[in-house]
Nanobody
């Protein structure tokens, strides 16, 4: 069983920054890709960013240049540094871990989910 615990959410003004952390424990290895999704009220849950077992990263177009995902394999922890936050970034952010496969490009399939952490960006 895998446990994912997020932290770092909160209330911030537009233009500010937050850093989310996700600590993984249980039957998970440093080779697992990890990522972040978010879900705003009344909307579907969307991929924000993910990082492969080899360290390559992919981002949603809406956060490119503002968000940075990173990982510390020794700590089984993934981070999401969020800069230049906008009100439209307001959502519950979910950490996940899963598997990856290559079909031309590299793809990510989340399998395990955290409980989520709320991020609110005020205008």
């Amino acid at each position: 069983q895998v446990q994912l615990v997020e932290s770092g959410g909160g209330l911030v003004q537009a233009g500010g920054s937050l850093r989310l952390s996700c600590a993984a424990s249980g039957s998970i290895f440093s080779i697992n890709p990890m990522g972040w999704y978010r879900q705003a009220p009344g909307k579907q849950r969307d991929l924000v960013a993910w990082i492969s077992s080899g360290g390559s990263t992919k981002y949603a177009d809406s956060v490119k240049g503002r968000f940075t995902i990173s990982r510390d394999n020794a700590k089984n922890t993934v981070y999401l540094q969020m800069n230049s936050l906008k009100p439209e970034d307001t959502a519950v952010y979910y950490c996940n871990a899963g598997s990856q496969y290559r079909s031309g490009a590299l793809y990510y399939t989340p399998e395990y989910w955290g409980q989520g952490t709320q991020v609110i960006v005020s205008s």
